[in-house]
């Protein structure tokens, strides 16, 4: 059974950083991409970055790229996004998702995981 667990969520000041963890079961990374996404409150869910093994370059959203890092342990079968140097537009609900290759738009996802809240305050 295809799983993704993301974690690491939470309140932080304008500025400040969090780091959310998206951990997979039931596929190894080095066949899926896993991709982020968010969605504030009225906003359409968009993609802030995706990951692959078959591209040595992630993507990353205009808005992040700069600010927002991810990663991917493979032998945890886990991805990282590290988001630094956060605003207050970056609130949102944020997602991770599988796809088949590198996936930057909600509909090209196949398997998600559940909603972490990261709010932050100006």
């Known amino acids: 059974e295809v799983q993704l667990q993301a974690s690491g969520g939470g309140l932080v000041q304008a500025g400040g950083s969090l780091r959310l963890s998206c951990a997979v079961s039931?596929?190894?990374?080095?066949?899926?991409?896993i991709g982020w996404f968010r969605q504030a409150p009225g906003k359409e869910r968009e993609g802030v970055s995706c990951?692959?093994?078959?591209?040595?370059?992630?993507y990353y959203a205009d808005s992040v790229k700069g600010r927002f890092t991810i990663s991917s342990d493979n032998a945890e079968n886990t991805v990282f996004l590290q988001m630094n140097s956060l605003k207050p537009e970056d609130t949102a609900v944020y997602y991770c998702?599988?796809?088949?290759?590198?996936?930057?738009?909600?509909?090209?996802?196949?398997?998600w995981g559940q909603g972490n809240l990261v709010t932050v305050s100006s």
């Open positions: 998702a599988s796809s088949p290759g590198v996936v930057t738009t909600a509909v090209g996802a196949r398997s």
């Open positions: 039931g596929f190894n990374l080095d066949d899926f991409a």
């Open positions: 990951i692959s093994s078959s591209d040595d370059r992630p």
